[in-house]
């Protein structure tokens, strides 16, 4: 829209029409205080506090409501603002507990704020104040009736937002009050509660103490906390969670998640697993101390030196003796990139083995061979929140990725966005799309193909076949599509439909995966038959030649167990997984074979290792990760524990006990070679390429082997699509890369699918999940919710 | 939505609400008519009425308890046979309507929004019901009783315990 010229306290600002003041304020560095008005969510004018002068209008008006307009002339602090504002306050403050000192909102309360600043310390009203006992709604969601100053933003949050509608608005006047979906009279406990997602928005939104979180009420001061903005360990989507922590005697304990500045890619959301599942690191079972088989079969604590000396010996010994073939290596969904790649190095130039794999929760090969030779084509996550028009194929982001589903309700209900949901479920985010199919069980091959043209098979894809016919008119009248693909589709069907998706003008894409790295891991290189980058082992490649990798594909993980289960796996080691219970391997068929588990907690794969290796958790160190769509973020430490270290080191250490050099695996330092003046560059054959690379890139040589910038200089420089920007890296900010893959020598979908969703619903995050007990009592309170409603049916 | 297989109201009824959600161009906007016609039926609205006109609109109940909750002629717990609806706005009150509001509570032995141990009365006390010209009024189900005096309310009461008072819905 054309934009209006307009004056705010004397100060000229240009804005579009149709903008809000209180919005064309903020932009302009102009405060206007609000409890009510929140951005995206749907107008109240309820609190009054927005309210400013304009000329030529009678009375005072809310500047959350206003939209701007040529000429206008607006003040937004005079004494007679002043005063309504402390009158509106006087009455909040009515019935207001004073109860800020011992409140969770203490120090960020927006009350309290408004309260410092227009200084409502005089009240007229000399009732007693009204007060109601603190309600549990849920193990996350209480609630401080009292509190309440009625914004309605929680209530709002929930139902445009979140697309739920857990909390309501009932009764009138003086006696409103914020009322969740199950009243306490149909409660089989007589309280009342709410049957919701548990997402914890509606606490984030309340401008004050009176919807309080589970995990954080009544632990601590906001001051007392240190505050480090980190990602999310838990889904794909990699959102940025700030976590409070606070010292205690053995290291740093995470007190609470939060989105408190609301600077990541994740805007205004945080779901409950970012919110409250941080809990799995102050865990009672987690292990502390490196663990070593004794020949009594018990495992028994040992000091870091001993224990990383018997892994070093006995790894060189079985590489020397059996062959570094003989050795599997197995990764994490959830270690940093660094890490990642770190890891596949020391397979393939330490060990010597192509053996190496991961739980693999969606076919990123597939999808960057599908898309090679193509630029622009891979959607950031920010897209989800722009785009005209959405293809949704598989999936089910409300449970698996929430911020890809806030951010698709988003941008349904502001943007108008066309959502196109084909599904084999009816999924929530139906509700917003503008046509959804449901297809046949496993009929996702078959909407693939009907996509791209095969009508004969509309038959096995959906068995309404006119919404199918007339949903494929309407995908393909769209542009700028973007096509959110679920990890249904791998290999050939995957192709197929971005090979559909490819005819669209300006159709982007995105494979949705499980876990906070699962795309970094397989971008990484942790994969049998590829390098990072998605360099197939054996053709031609900076890294290949550099190191003298294996030419020959290694074993996946399955073929890794069989491998073992024959006898002629001499060693595995496993960093931050639990192939064990994922893939349901006997341990028997692991006996001969030397286990090495790097975990946080004795898994079903730790209890049948040989040597267990205490580990830090992703809050717990610093990296980069990247989430489903390729956007590189920034790991921050948070959390400490007295007695873990974290992957990167426990890799470098190995190596080192191994002998290997430690120069070549981790670039640090002046180079390899010392230069004399002779070298001219990398093409002279006697320089250190990293060391050049380092010096044209105008970079430090870092001095640590355990910085693992190190290997962030060597992934820049080596992975293809890996061009990063520091300085959008180290401020915090996510950046978007595109995989840039060879074309594909052979055809995709010959390689073995190992492709295993998670399928982790909102309580659930694979192991981790299991020690967090926020997410136990969130699993229990479900399930006993299911019980109820079966007994009331019954 | 609309049409409900195991309706809870009488066909008649269904048949009205079946009608109703097709004439709004926002079917949520039959909501108080809904409910007003369910309690004319049931007498209040319980919660199996809830569930079945959020059904039938495709709300999700607490919305519907949102509104229920908002207005004071809607009920929640049943009322007595005859509710008796005394007006103290201001020409009843200036013409004696708490006079009678207070008589009634002292021959019924309830307060406001009370029921007669035997369920044949309930007693409210409500804001102007129109009949400023005949006050002080009562309302009595739907029916209304005009320029009353503490004597005339003893008659009235004695009528409807008799089963000879109209029984308007």
């Known amino acids: 829209m054309a934009d209006v010229t307009f004056t705010v306290d004397g100060k000229q600002i240009t804005a579009p029409a149709g903008t809000l003041l209180i919005e064309a304020c903020k932009t302009a560095g102009i405060e206007i205080p609000a409890f009510c008005y929140y951005p995206g969510l749907s107008l109240q004018a309820a609190c009054r506090m927005c309210v400013v002068r304009i000329e030529k209008m009678p009375k005072l008006q809310t500047a959350c409501t206003t939209p701007v307009a040529e000429g206008m002339i607006v003040y937004t602090e005079t004494p007679d603002i002043a005063q309504a504002r402390k009158a509106t306050l006087q009455l909040l403050l009515g019935n207001h507990p004073l109860d800020c000192p011992v409140c969770d909102a203490g120090g960020e309360c927006e009350l ?163 919110r409250y599942a941080f809990d799995f690191a102050n865990h009672e079972d987690r292990i502390t101390q490196p663990l070593v088989r004794q020949p009594n079969g018990e495992l028994k604590p040992v000091s870091w030196e001993v224990a990383l000396d018997h892994v070093g010996s006995k790894l060189r010994a079985l590489r020397d003796t059996r062959g570094g073939k003989s050795i599997g290596v197995i990764g994490s969904n959830r270690i940093t990139n660094e890490e990642a790649y770190l890891l596949q190095k020391f397979a393939r130039t330490v060990l010597g083995t192509n053996n190496i794999d991961h739980h693999r929760t969606a076919d990123y090969v597939s999808f960057a061979q599908s898309l090679a030779g193509h630029t622009g084509r891979t959607a950031s996550l920010n897209d989800t929140l722009k785009a005209p028009a959405i293809l949704l194929v598989g999936g089910d982001p409300t449970n698996q990725s929430p911020a890809t589903a806030w951010n698709l309700r988003t941008d349904v209900r502001l943007n108008r966005a066309r959502l196109y949901v084909a599904n084999s479920e009816e999924i929530k985010l139906r509700r917003q799309a503008k046509a959804f199919v449901q297809l046949a069980p496993f009929g996702y091959n078959a909407f693939a193909a009907y996509l791209a043209g095969d009508n004969a098979a509309a038959a096995s894809a959906a068995s309404d076949s006119n919404a199918l016919s007339a949903f494929r008119d309407a995908v393909k009248a769209e542009e700028n599509l973007l096509i959110l693909i679920g990890s249904e589709l791998r290999g050939a069907e995957l192709k197929k439909l971005i090979d559909f998706g490819l005819t669209i003008p300006g159709a982007k894409f995105a494979l949705l995966s499980d876990y906070v790295n699962s795309r970094g891991a397989a971008d990484m290189g942790l994969l049998p038959d590829m390098l990072p980058g998605y360099m197939p082992v054996g053709s031609p490649s900076d890294l290949a030649t550099e190191y ?247 | 939505m609309s049409t409900v297989a195991n309706t809870i109201f009488s066909p008649e009824l269904a048949a009205r609400f079946d009608h109703l959600v097709t004439i709004y161009p926002l079917s949520r906007s039959a909501l108080v008519p809904m409910l007003l016609y369910a309690q004319d039926e049931i007498g209040y609205v319980s919660d199996a009425a809830v569930a079945e006109i959020a059904q039938r609109l495709d709300l999700v109940e607490l919305e519907v308890r949102n509104v229920l909750s908002y207005y004071s002629m809607l009920r929640t717990k049943p009322a007595g046979k005859y509710n008796v609806q005394v007006c103290t706005n201001i020409s009843c009150m200036l013409r004696g309507g708490y006079k009678i509001l207070d008589h009634c509570k002292e021959t019924l032995g309830i307060g406001h929004k009370q029921t007669t141990p035997d369920g044949v009365f309930s007693l409210e006390e409500v804001e102007c019901i129109g009949a400023c010209c005949w006050a002080p009024a009562m309302q009595i189900n739907y029916d209304f009783h005009e320029d009353l005096t503490p004597e005339k309310v003893d008659v009235l009461f004695q009528m409807y315990r008799d089963g000879q008072g109209k029984d308007v819905k």
Not at chain 1, 221 to 239: F, K, L, Q, S, Y
């Open chain 1, 548 to 794: 003298a990798v294996p030419n020959e594909p290694g074993l996946d993980m399955l073929e890794m167990f069989d491998s073992a289960g024959r006898g002629n796996l001499s060693a595995l080691y496993i960093v931050g997984s639990n192939p064990v219970a994922r893939y349901g391997i006997d341990p028997a068929s692991l006996k001969d074979t030397f286990i090495v588990v790097q975990d946080m907690f004795l898994t079903e794969t730790a209890a049948l290792a040989d040597v267990v290796l205490p580990a830090a958790n992703l809050y717990e160190k610093s990296g980069s990760v990247t989430n489903s769509y390729g956007d590189l973020q920034q790991v921050n430490k948070a959390g400490d524990r007295a007695g873990v270290r974290s992957d990167f080191e426990m890799i470098v250490r190995i190596a080192d006990k191994i002998g290997a050099d430690m120069r070549k695996l981790v670039p640090f330092g002046k180079g390899l070679r010392a230069d004399m003046g002779q070298s001219r560059g990398a093409q002279s054959g006697e320089a250190d390429r990293h060391a050049v690379w380092l010096t044209a890139n105008n970079l430090e040589p870092r001095l640590s082997p355990f910085d693992a910038f190190a290997i962030l200089d060597e992934i820049q420089r080596l992975v293809p699509g890996y061009n990063i920007l520091r300085l959008q890296l180290l401020s915090g900010n996510d950046q978007h890369l595109s995989p840039v893959a060879p074309t594909p020598l052979v055809q995709i979908g010959t390689r073995r699918d190992q492709v295993l969703p998670a399928n982790d619903s909102l309580f659930t995050s694979g192991t981790l999940g299991r020690f967090s007990t926020m997410l136990g009592d969130l699993q229990q309170n479900e399930a006993q919710r299911l019980i109820q409603i079966q007994t009331a049916a019954d």
């Open chain 1, 112 to 274: 309290q704020d408004m309260t410092f600043k227009y200084g409502a310390a005089d009240s007229f009203y000399a009732e007693p104040k009204n007060h109601r006992e603190e309600q549990k709604w849920s193990p996350v969601v209480y609630f401080d009736r009292p509190r309440c100053i009625l914004c309605y933003r929680c209530v709002r949050m929930c139902g445009e937002g979140m697309d739920v509608f857990a909390l309501g608005i009932q009764n009138r006047g003086s006696s409103s009050v914020i009322a969740p979906n199950v009243p306490a009279h149909m409660s089989p406990d007589d309280l009342a509660h709410v049957d919701c997602e548990q997402c914890g928005m509606c606490i984030d939104a309340c401008p004050v103490g009176a919807l309080t979180s589970g995990t954080y009420r009544y632990k601590t001061r906001p001051w007392e906390m240190n505050h480090v903005a980190t990602i999310c360990t838990h889904c794909g989507d990699g959102c940025k969670t700030t976590l409070g922590v606070r010292s205690t005697s053995d290291g740093s304990e995470i007190v609470r998640g939060d989105n408190r500045d609301k600077s990541g890619i994740n805007g205004d959301f945080l779901c409950n697993k970012g």
